[in-house]
C-alpha cells in the first residue's frame, strides 16, 4: 500500500502536471467507490484544479470554489495518467478525472475492493476530519512523548488517528531503525527511546520521500518494488546488524523485525503457527 511519501511524491508530481486544468469529465467507474452522494460527480465537470495536495494517505484535488476530491487507493489501488484520455473501462476501474488532453484513472487489482474516492463540499473534511497529525508536526512528537498507550507500537504507527500516513511498511523500518519490538507499548519506553522513536519515523518518512520524488507518472503497488528496508524482507540480513530478520503472521498483515536490534534476542512466536501447534 502506498504510504506518506509514495502519495505525498504523486500528489507533487500531479500538482505540476493537473493544476490550473478544468474537469472536463468524471466518469464514474465502479459504483462503489464513490463514498459520498452529493455532490455527484457531473456537478464537477467545469471546475478548475487549484492544487493537488496529501493528507495522509489521502490524495487531496482542491477545486476553485473550495470543493475537494478525495483519492484513497488502499491496499491495490493504482492510478494512471492516460495522455490523451481513453474512454474504455478497465478491469477495476474506480473512476476516470478527464481534464482537457490527460486523465486520471483510478483502478484496483485483486478483489478487495477498498480503494474509493469522497467528492466533498467547501468546508466539510469528510475522513479528513479524524486524521491524526502528520509526523513532522509538532503534535506527533507530544503524542509520543507523553503517551501512555498499553497498545503494541506496530499498532500505534498504523493507527490514522494517532499519526496519519504512516502504514505497516513505514511502521516496520521506523521501529527497526529506532531499535524497538513492534510489541512494546507507549507506556514501557524511557524517555531517551521516546526521542528516539520520534526521530526515527521523521527520517525513514524523509529518506523514502527523497527516494520517491525521482519518480515519474503514476502510482501502482508493483512498480513500487522493494521501497523498505525491513518490510517484505523477512530471512534477509537486518541492515544494521546482518542478523536475520524475523516475521510475525496476522491475519491481515505481518509484522517484521531484527531479533539482534528490537527485541534482545528473542524470537518472537508466529501467531499463526502457534494456533496450528496449541
Ligand atoms: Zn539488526
Redesign the pocket.
Known amino acids: 500500500m502506498p504510504e506518506l511519501p509514495e502519495m505525498q511524491a504523486l500528489a507533487e508530481r500531479l500538482d505540476t502536471a493537473v493544476s490550473s486544468r478544468t474537469l472536463t469529465r468524471a466518469d464514474l467507474l465502479g459504483f462503489s467507490s464513490l463514498k459520498t452522494v452529493a455532490p455527484g460527480p457531473g456537478e464537477l465537470v467545469g471546475s478548475t484544479v487549484a492544487s493537488i495536495g496529501r493528507r495522509g494517505k489521502y490524495l487531496v484535488v482542491a477545486l476553485q470554489g473550495g470543493r475537494r476530491i478525495l483519492i484513497h487507493l488502499s491496499q491495490g489501488g493504482r492510478l494512471d495518467l492516460e495522455v490523451p484520455p481513453k474512454v474504455t473501462k478497465p478491469r477495476g476501474a474506480l473512476v476516470r478525472l478527464v481534464l482537457g488532453d490527460l486523465a486520471l484513472l483510478v483502478r484496483e487489482h485483486g478483489t478487495q475492493r477498498k480503494a474509493g474516492w469522497w467528492v466533498l463540499e467547501a468546508g466539510d473534511d469528510g475522513p479528513l476530519a479524524t486524521l491524526g497529525p502528520e509526523p513532522d508536526e509538532a503534535d506527533f512528537e507530544t503524542r509520543i512523548l507523553s503517551g501512555d498507550s498499553t497498545r503494541h507500537l506496530h499498532t500505534v504507527l498504523r493507527d490514522q488517528h494517532f499519526v496519519a500516513g504512516v502504514g505497516r511498511g513505514y511502521a516496520d523500518d521506523s521501529l ?1 531503525r529506532a ?1 524497538l519490538s513492534p510489541f512494546a507499548s507507549l507506556r514501557g519506553l524511557a524517555a531517551e527511546q521516546r526521542g528516539v522513536l520520534v526521530d526515527a519515523v521523521r527520517s525513514v518518512m524523509a529518506e523514502a520521500l527523497e527516494r520517491e520524488r525521482r519518480r515519474e507518472g503514476g502510482l501502482s503497488e508493483p512498480r513500487l518494488g522493494e521501497r523498505f528496508l525491513v518490510h517484505n524482507r523477512a530471512g534477509q ?7 536475520t ?1 524475523r516475521v510475525v503472521q496476522f491475519d491481515s498483515h505481518e509484522v517484521v523485525y ?5 527485541t534482545k534476542g528473542r524470537v518472537l512466536a508466529d501467531r499463526r503457527l502457534s494456533r496450528l501447534l496449541r
Open positions: 527497526n531499535k540480513p537486518c541492515l544494521q546488524c546482518a542478523e530478520l531484527c531479533p539482534r536490534c528490537q
